[in-house]
């Protein structure tokens, strides 16, 4: 951590503050820093890859050379080299050859970049916020047997660095997404003019408040934690009392960060319901697929949904997006459905189509069945799925007391 850091190191770490401050994308960022952490980290390639919050999927930026790793705007944490790192099982990872190690060759992985571009020796650090790994910073050199574990110590210092710069940047163009995209859809499938531009204005200025937020708190807290450091770089010597100051002060920065973003973050589906919020995804999902699918979503909880708690509405449209993903890419059928119901004391969600059924390879530990199947389990709810009348169903049915249905 910081406080490992030799005194020699805090101007190459001030340099790197100092050149994070202002860049607003992950692309500038990475190129703005690159050439410093080269000279605290030798490599001839350098990556940062940012895991996509709430979902199974990362994405790289590099430095050095581009390769294939970047090109994919999303890729699946469980084909990455580094799964174990991302999934928070590891905080660092050293190889003298990645070439040969078994660690970054698994079946499946995505690791043909590693021989294409011959990446032997790599290290790499989790970038983490509030104990929570948000991404990896990596280090490769063409030599084998290049970095020690000095060369980890000093990978964890610049990862401190950037995570919470890193956490913002991600935390910024999720909300931007989500906001821009949600305002558009919203405005064609309700084709009221005035309505359309209402919601326009108010995800503006949700979008408007966030960007305040981040550059009056979190960029002024960053931009006083730049000067500590400079100050501190100019001290012969520095304790680790002197120090716990600056863990403090980006301690209290993660905090304010992480309620700037629990309390503005609107979505379909916060805004108009479950029901909504998966057809919405339901058109949005096969428009975007070019393919000629049928699809309906049925409702007949009469409101019901929106009753329920936000950790259960949230699960079950996390459900209801998986599965309709899966009928869309794999699937091969003409037809999808979804059906929300309230039998005699339950809550039931059932997407079904007409197409190949599920294969092998969504069957197996980590598959996206799998983690629905996790999801059902954590509201308490029960899940199957499996073929009937030539059609493939995934069923969830959450139980539910009659009085609270009927309310």
Not at 256 to 283: C, K, M, T, Y
Request: with cysteine.
């Amino acid at each position: 951590m910081l406080e490992d850091a030799s005194a020699s190191l805090f101007g190459q770490y001030l340099a790197i503050s100092r050149l994070l401050a202002g860049q607003l994308d992950f692309h500038s960022a990475i190129r703005a820093v690159a050439k410093e952490i080269n000279l605290i980290i030798p490599n001839d390639h350098m990556d940062v890859c940012i895991i996509t919050p709430g979902s199974t999927y990362h994405t790289a930026y590099e430095s050095g050379f581009e390769t294939a790793w970047s090109k994919m705007s999303a890729a699946l944490i469980a084909n990455s080299p580094l799964r174990d790192l991302l999934m928070g099982e590891v905080d660092e990872m050293l190889t003298a050859d990645a070439s040969t190690d078994p660690t970054f060759n698994f079946s499946g992985a995505f690791s043909h970049p590693i021989f294409e571009h011959g990446l032997r020796s790599r290290l790499h650090v989790a970038l983490k916020v509030q104990g929570e790994t948000i991404g990896a910073l990596s280090c490769s050199s063409l030599q084998p047997d290049f970095y020690t574990p000095a060369d980890i110590a000093k990978a964890r210092s610049i990862a401190d660095l950037l995570a919470p710069y890193f956490f913002a940047l991600r935390a910024a163009d999720q909300a931007k997404r989500s906001a821009i995209v949600e305002a558009e859809a919203r405005a064609r499938e309700e084709g009221l003019r005035l309505g359309a531009l209402r919601l326009t204005e108010a995800l503006e200025a949700e979008r408007q408040r966030i960007g305040m937020d981040l550059h009056d708190q979190t960029l002024a807290d960053l931009t006083r934690f730049a000067k500590r450091l400079e100050r501190l770089s100019l001290m012969p010597t520095i304790s680790g009392e002197t120090l716990e100051p600056l863990f403090r002060s980006l301690q209290h920065s993660m905090q304010d960060l992480r309620q700037i973003i629990e309390e503005a973050r609107p979505s379909v589906l916060q805004l108009f319901g479950l029901a909504d919020a998966i057809e919405n995804h339901l058109e949005r999902s096969v428009r975007d697929s070019g393919l000629t699918i049928d699809h309906q979503l049925l409702d007949h909880t009469e409101g019901a949904t929106d009753r329920l708690g936000h950790s259960v509405r949230v699960a079950l449209f996390r459900i209801a997006q998986e599965a309709i993903n899966n009928a869309i890419r794999h699937a091969q059928g003409d037809r999808i459905s979804v059906r929300l119901d309230c039998p005699p004391g339950e809550m039931l969600l059932e997407i079904r189509d007409d197409g190949i059924g599920i294969g092998k390879v969504a069957r197996r530990p980590g598959s996206g069945l799998e983690n629905m199947r996790t999801r059902a389990r954590l509201i308490s709810a029960g899940f199957t799925y499996g073929r009937e009348h030539g059609e493939t169903f995934v069923r969830v049915s959450l139980p539910m007391p009659e009085q609270e249905i009927a309310e």
